[in-house]
């Protein structure tokens, strides 16, 4: 069975996108240079930030073509991180809606990397 154990986003500026994901993520990437940083999450998921321009062989996509998902509890706990993020200044995309799957929010890091956050509906 393959189990994914890396996201790896391409990206402009690391550094940059190192300081926007240590807002998002409470946390200090583990590696980081000029071309790289890699975060590790608590559940074991490694986010890597890779500048698109060392990435080999050169990538032809970059943000928005995919989404970085995270399960929260309850719709009060979408309802606080879209508050905290917007007041951060994170750009947000959809504002808190009930959607099929269920209760959700969309926001954008810097290099226009989809990040949902969303109680699915069987947490309610």
Not at 14 to 40: I, M, N, R, W
Not at 90 to 114: K, V
Request: a negative charge; proline letters at 5%; hydrophobic letters at 45%.
């Amino acid at each position: 069975m393959i189990d994914p154990t890396y996201i790896l986003l391409y990206v402009a500026n690391v550094a940059k996108s190192v300081t926007f994901y240590q807002q998002v993520l409470e946390k200090e990437p583990v590696e980081h240079s000029a071309h790289f940083a890699l975060f590790v999450l608590d559940s074991g998921l490694k986010l890597g930030c890779w500048s698109r321009d060392e990435v080999e062989p050169q990538a032809t996509i970059t943000g928005g073509g995919a989404e970085v998902a995270v399960t929260v509890d309850t719709v009060a706990d979408v309802n606080m991180t879209f508050e905290k993020w917007k007041d951060q200044g994170i750009s947000i995309l959809q504002e808190p809606t009930a959607m099929d799957f269920g209760f959700t929010f969309l926001a954008l890091d810097p290099d226009g990397h989809r990040l949902r956050i969303f109680a699915p509906n069987d947490h309610e």
